[in-house]
């Protein structure tokens, strides 16, 4: 039988805020065990918690960027369950009305364009972590993360493969950090997956069992547990056998999903209105102020692309994952508009070769876009060739490293001129005086009279050695296209 | 001096012929002695509270006095107090020293006014007889056999029997005004949001709301002046513009419109009660008010209301409690669950359990829409009831319980008996209105009566100033039990 794989996605972003989401403490990363959890945080007696406006800023613009609603009033609620890490014995999040409520996400795999609909984003609590080791049979407990604002953004059971599944989950962690909402740091577990994964027959109408794999912080983790998740099902259905829900962690080390709890053991939370926060209404103005302050989004950007320069779908995917990328190349092109696609290659090519290396993003790149722009207008106006042009940027990489500083941070423009100069002092213009050219092949030919015979016997071969020996005479300096020109020119008089 | 209004202490304190020191030495040893036989106090911590009536003194000293500085006031111990016990009348907090102070004591800390002591209450304020305390039952001063109501009964038991000047209470469903009227002294629990919850253990968190108790309206008005006020660390905290509570009190009553409830004066009020209720209103005719009938047909309805949502919220409130990061964990247990059932079930009493399970039942899955929903839904027309009542009236009075102080031991074991015997007060919390209950005579066995005095929203001037114009006219606020 032919199965479809159904998959739904669970996305947990920490939003960028300075403060708690309810109190004032730092949500900044890595300080001592509990030094960041302040008396709201460690739930003692009597303290309340005071929603973070910079919370509500950002659930919103994601709302706006994904095409949703924007609900108000929105309601907190409280969802109750005990556990060392949950100081107030119960987490404070959004059931019934959540501040966003809809929206949609394309995504593109390979040349299919797909749309992923949202149920909705609320706002919620992070809750602290529980350390296993290191307290000798006991657990430690730091609070740290206690009330970090996250906003839960949970999609229709929309998509049909892994793949598909991280393309989303990829597009929504470009996006969020697009909009600047989140650091999408997975490591520090700002970005986290939870993925609703259930089987059905080819053309079955109706969903199957689902089980629900939690906390997947790499997209490498979603796609491999959504694969193995899948295949068990598969396997336990073609065996005669049914789908039990569950709840299911994921285990890197052995590439397999284990159960964590079934449906029958599911708790109930007693979700009820947080009576200490007043329904959260947002005023019309706001919105439009949030609107306002909205950057140009990936996929309008990705459309743009492609119709102004005529580019791929995926290039301009690859151009747009990323904010970053995408400044870059906008700011690169808009130098060298003549020439978008040599752009777009050397920005999702040599350069990210480079940052890589050095673990550099974009925006911390030593090069800035006006250098890169006069470079590559060098190799269009045939000054240097694709191949010495690579060795000027090896050379104008090492020199720009030095400053150390980032392009984007820079407000000198002394520098604009790095590709021009580099060429210029060392003397790699291309040689396209074509007097100095006809000399160099007639030295060539004069020299090398058994592959000329050869050429003129048919061998097609004879003529790229002569070409060859013309490239080395000019030490890669000439033009490849003028020298094939005028050696087939000679030869064949 | 004990029976000194807080204006008359005030004076005292400024024109020197007194210090706070002093004045703070004599409650110390008033509320010693008699706390053994009262037990109003669960706290009483003598070199505090006199190195705080040293820092009044050296306030005064240098004329940066306010009308309360250097007076002492009981605080209720579920404020939160830096450096203090603060209980809640619980085992479960029974270790807890604050590491911080709630909003209202951080008022009354500004102003220079002496923490005279942490005063007892029913556990986690759940309770109308203070007999559900981890701390054992305070006794009424009038008559020791008998409760002085609750949950504030430690705050009333103290200033009625003169132990402090003034002290602080919270009010959920009568807790500040049922102990007032048990123990004859005046008590206020203003509009829902005028008081800061902030660091006031909570119970339930839509209800809850403190007050001043004291002896006379004139000096309600003084603690609210100074309780009263925005805190941005409470998200119900009302932003209003300040006021001072005391400015109408002397205003004359002519043409002032009483709405009496005909709910109110029904079977279930005793003849002592209504009678001195009567007499009361009787009095207010000869200040010029007059009366009219309203109707409050929804007051029927405030007791279940209120048993499904207090225990709700109540249920979530307590969850914090588990034993992990402080107060009571149990000294034995197997595994994390065993951990939380044994603290839980060694470190509450038993009606903070029965209104956890009652919390836990309405909020469960296939019974929310049933009970907590519903009773969302009822709160909102008790409310209105109310609404409709003040388009005819200014102020609306009854009693604030249907019975004078019953005996200790008399209905604890019947809780709904007990619950009954909130049934006036609790509508008032539902629909978050002012009230307050202020002396109106005795009753059977000479034990005082309370008339409750419910307003509009943000009326506690004019309720203050209704309750003034009797006090003049009346002596049953300066009668004192005898010790």
Redesign the interface.
Known sequence: MQWEIVIGLEVHTQLSTQSKIFSGASTAFGAAPNAEAC?VD??????????NRGAVDRAIRFGLAVGAKVNSPSIFA?K?Y?Y?DL????QISQYELPVVEGGTVTIHVGEMEKTIRLVRAHLEEDAGKSLHEDFHGM?G?DLNRAGTPLLEIVSEPDMRSSQEAVTYAKMVHSLVRWIGICDGNMQEGSFRCDANVSVRPHGSERLGTRCEIKNLNSFRFLEKAIDYEARRQIEILEDGGTIQQQTRLYDPDKDETRAMRSKEDAQ?Y???PD????PLEIAESWIAKAKSGLPELPEQMRVRLEREYGLSSYDTSALTADREIAEYYDATVAKLPSDPKLCANWIMGELPAYLNDEAKSFDSCPLSPVQLAQLLMRIKDGTISGKIAKEVFKQMWSKAAQTATAWKNRDSKLDDNLADQIIESQGLKQISDSGELESLIDGVIAANVKSVEEFKAGKEKAFNALVGQVMKAARGKANPAQVNEIMRRKLEA | MLNFSLKQLSTLLTTKRISSTELTGEFLKRSRALNADYNAFITIDEETSLAQARAADAMIASGQAGPLTGIPVAQKDIFCTKGWLTTCGSKMLSNFVSPYDAHVVERFNAIGAVNIGKTNMDEFAMGSSNETSFYGPVKNPWDITAVPGGSSGGSACAVAARMAPAATGTDTGGSIRQPAALCGISGLKPTYGLVSRYGMVAFASSLDQGGPMAKSAEDLALMLNVMAGFDARDSTSLMREPEDYARDLERPLEGLRIGLPREYFVKEINDDVARAVENAIAEYHKLGAETVEVSLPNTKLSVPVYYVLAPAEASSNLSRFDGVRYGYRAPEYADLNDMYCKSRAQGFGAEVKRRILIGTYVLSHGYYDAYYVQAQKLRRLVAQDFAEAFKQCDVIMGPTSPTVAFDLGERISDPVQMYLSDAYTIAVNLAGLPGMSIPAGFGNKGRPVGLHIVGNYFAEAKMLNVAHQYQKTTDWHMSMPNS
């Open positions: 008396a460690l739930a003692l007696p009597g303290v309340l918690p005071v929603l409280r109750n005990f060392p100081p107030k014995g119960y657990t407990i109930d007693r979700y009820f009576p200490d926060l007043l």
